[in-house]
């Protein structure tokens, strides 16, 4: 058996340069993982702000749906005095209660939103407390939104011989303008 350094050396460096080439293959796909899996990181944080988006999106749908339906019950802008006070009118005739003054208050736009609030001062007249609370509970119930902001009932004058009670009350409504 001959022993034949140079068929060794050559043996040698074809292992070593294979060696050197995985090792640097190695190190190539080492970096080629590591470059990928930080963008699978950046993904994933992408995706978790697209999904947080897509949530509040959602959340802003529901509450247009929301605004519709309120809306079909919130009064349109176009709405008179008049029109409110022929309201109050049948709701108090159900409550066998006169209306003796009715006043527009004040109307308070907020600015950007499309809402307006109207208020009306009014003073009642009814024969007993629980026609004036039969009044206030139709108006609580009503399916248009008012709010009674005040109110406030004094009883009969004996003094005076007028019988049944008085009340003076503030209601306001929410009005919202028409979609152009």
Known sequence: ??????????????NIITVIILAVACIV???????????????QARQAEELKKNKKIDDILVLEKKIDSLSKVVNVKSIESEQVLGMLRKLAERAQVKIALFN??????????????????MTLSAENYHQIARFVDAIEHSPHIFFVETLAISGPRVQKREEGVSATMTISTVLIEEKK
Request: avoid cysteine; charged fraction near 25%; charge should be positive.
């Open 1 to 14: 058996m001959k022993f034949d350094a140079f068929a060794i050396v050559n043996k040698l460096k074809e």
């Open 104 to 121: 527009a208050k004040e109307t308070v736009s907020v600015p950007g939103t499309g809402f307006t609030r109207f208020s009306f001062e």
């Open 29 to 43: 796909a080492f970096n080629v993982a590591k470059s990928k899996q930080k963008l699978l990181v950046q993904l």
